[in-house]
């Protein structure tokens, strides 16, 4: 790997996953979070379809807070840079069933409506869905086929086809013992942005004119 076009970044990259702040340094800003789950940390739930942003089957859920609540959101860490991850929570289709082995409500309503045949892009299936239930039923909502069809817009399937993924998706119900217990998160999350971070060679430019001066001091920069 050329050091000049694959610049490490020195800070430290660090996000809440299963109970704990994730801390991995020397992370490339170029280095892909499917990359950093299955390579680095050996966490092989997430699979690789395309890699490149079309099938879904890589789809994880992160979280940040807004205005102390936990907000999700379904990605595709194929394309998404692990260092954008920073500060954020995150899960996996490893990460829903319970220590015992109860399957998640979501995996469970995807074996009652037989939603998965060779299960290649059955963990990027759950995921969307793991995200769709925490901003639906997690909340009192319930799913309609419009709303699961949006959800899982980003998520191809090959051999199943669609109509039992989103009969699993309508026929979701709150379990209170899986509900995500957010304080110890959002707490987390709160203090890893109280800290300060020096040394990243990966910008987040948050508004356009950060982008314009970011872009203005680092000309070479790859958007
Ligand atoms: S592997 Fe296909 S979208 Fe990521
Ligand atoms: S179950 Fe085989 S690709 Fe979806």
Redesign the pocket.
């Known amino acids: 790997m050329n050091p000049t076009l694959h610049p490490v970044t020195e800070a430290p990259l660090r996000f809440w996953h299963r109970d704990a702040v994730v801390e991995r340094h020397h992370v490339p800003p170029d280095r892909t979070l ?1 990359d950093l789950l299955r390579e680095d940390l050996r966490l092989t739930a997430t699979k ?11 789809t994880v859920v992160v979280a940040e807070t807004v205005n102390g609540l936990l907000q999700y959101r379904a990605v ?4 998404k840079p692990a260092q954008s991850i920073d500060g954020l929570a995150l899960w996996t289709a490893a990460d829903l069933a319970r220590p015992d082995g109860t399957l998640h409500p979501v995996q469970q309503a995807m074996v009652e409506c037989h939603g998965s045949q060779c299960g290649f892009c059955t963990p990027g299936f759950v995921m969307s869905l793991f995200a769709l239930y925490q901003h639906t039923v997690a909340q009192g909502q319930t799913v309609d086929s419009h709303r699961a069809h949006e959800a899982l817009s980003g998520n191809l399937c090959r051999c199943t086809g669609y109509r039992p993924i989103v009969q699993a998706a309508c026929s979701l119900q709150a379990d209170a013992a899986q509900a995500v217990d957010e304080q110890p998160i959002v707490a987390a999350l709160q203090q890893l942005a109280a800290t300060e971070k020096t040394g990243s060679n990966y910008l987040r430019p948050s508004t356009l004119s950060a982008l314009l001066q970011a872009r203005a001091q680092h000309p070479q920069a790859q958007l």
Request: charged fraction near 10%; charge should be negative; proline fraction near 0%.
């Open positions: 499917l690789e379809g395309c890699a490149a942003g079309d099938c879904g089957a890589c595709n860490s194929c394309i």
